[in-house]
């Protein structure tokens, strides 16, 4: 049966958090919002009974319904076997996994630093003085902490030559970065070496390669989590 994942249609988001690893490892899903609509996926979401997710993304899987981009891919990484089988490893991918999580909040804040709920024009002050933070402190912590991780196996992916959905989850990060702040990126070019690496490997993944080149890899805009906006890039 054909795992659902309900996420917002229109930008690629946390969900393609979710798509990449889908693709990677050939996993049976159907995007369902892209193929109906976003009023589908907010009628779904409020149909649910029990304990429902707080937002999209969320899966589908037969009687299984969890939400948290972290949670959806360690559950689906465990289900297939797609870890490296020993619990101890698999904890530290999955603890990987909410830094990313954590990064992820944080770099969606660089142009939403007031509230979520405003515009940027309405918070531009503040998102300028939070990026040039963000780009001296936050960005090269958290990137040093996932290339160091990565230098512990040898690379180019966490397990090695194995790749993970922490793998698929940095390469996004990367290209992200690089859509977000691609002055910045360019000038530290070099510096995370291991996360350059994977970054180049992860698209070698044959059945991964087939989605980058395909329309249904959604390129980045300014409705998501990277958003480009030259003043915000300044150096």
């Given at each position: 049966?054909?795992?659902?994942?309900?996420?917002?249609?229109?930008?690629?988001?946390?969900?393609?958090?979710?798509?990449?690893?889908?693709?990677?490892?050939?996993?049976?899903?159907?995007?369902?919002?892209?193929?109906?609509?976003?009023?589908?996926?907010?009628?779904?979401?409020?149909?649910?009974e029990g304990i429902r997710p707080f937002a999209p993304p969320y899966i589908v899987d037969?009687?299984?319904?969890?939400?948290?981009?972290?949670?959806?891919?360690?559950?689906?990484?465990?289900?297939?076997?797609?870890?490296?089988?020993?619990?101890?490893?698999?904890?530290?991918?999955?603890?990987?996994?909410?830094?990313?999580?954590?990064?992820?909040?944080?770099?969606?804040?660089?142009?939403?630093?007031?509230?979520?709920?405003?515009?940027?024009?309405?918070?531009?002050?503040?998102?300028?003085?939070?990026?040039?933070?963000?780009?001296?402190?936050?960005?090269?912590?958290?990137?040093?902490?996932?290339?160091?991780a990565l230098a512990a196996n040898g690379g180019p992916f966490?397990?090695?030559?194995?790749?993970?959905?922490?793998?698929?989850?940095?390469?996004?990060?990367?290209?992200?970065?690089?859509?977000?702040?691609?002055?910045?990126?360019?000038?530290?070019?070099?510096?995370?070496?291991?996360?350059?690496?994977?970054?180049?490997?992860?698209?070698?993944?044959?059945?991964?390669?087939?989605?980058?080149?395909?329309?249904?890899?959604?390129?980045?805009?300014?409705?998501?989590?990277?958003?480009?906006?030259?003043?915000?890039?300044?150096?």
């Amino acid at each position: 049966m054909s795992i659902e994942l309900w996420y917002w249609p229109q930008i690629p988001g946390r969900g393609e958090f979710v798509r990449l690893f889908c693709e990677a490892f050939q996993l049976d899903y159907t995007d369902m919002a892209r193929e109906q609509s976003a009023d589908a996926l907010v009628e779904h979401m409020h149909s649910l009974e029990g304990i429902r997710p707080f937002a999209p993304p969320y899966i589908v899987d037969d009687e299984v319904v969890i939400g948290q981009t972290a949670l959806i891919l360690q559950y689906l990484s465990d289900k297939e076997g797609l870890g490296s089988g020993e619990m101890e490893i698999d904890l530290q991918l999955f603890q990987l996994q909410l830094d990313i999580a954590d990064f992820v909040e944080e770099i969606h804040s660089v142009h939403h630093p007031v509230a979520n709920e405003l515009y940027y024009a309405d918070q531009m002050e503040a998102a300028f003085e939070k990026a040039a933070h963000f780009r001296g402190q936050r960005i090269p912590k958290y990137l040093i902490h996932f290339d160091n991780a990565l230098a512990a196996n040898g690379g180019p992916f966490m397990l090695g030559q194995q790749p993970t959905h922490v793998d698929t989850s940095l390469f996004q990060i990367m290209e992200g970065l690089d859509y977000m702040f691609p002055n910045y990126m360019k000038e530290m070019q070099g510096t995370w070496v291991n996360l350059e690496g994977l970054q180049g490997a992860v698209p070698e993944i044959e059945p991964l390669a087939d989605y980058l080149a395909s329309e249904r890899r959604m390129e980045f805009n300014e409705d998501g989590i990277f958003r480009h906006y030259e003043e915000l890039d300044e150096q």
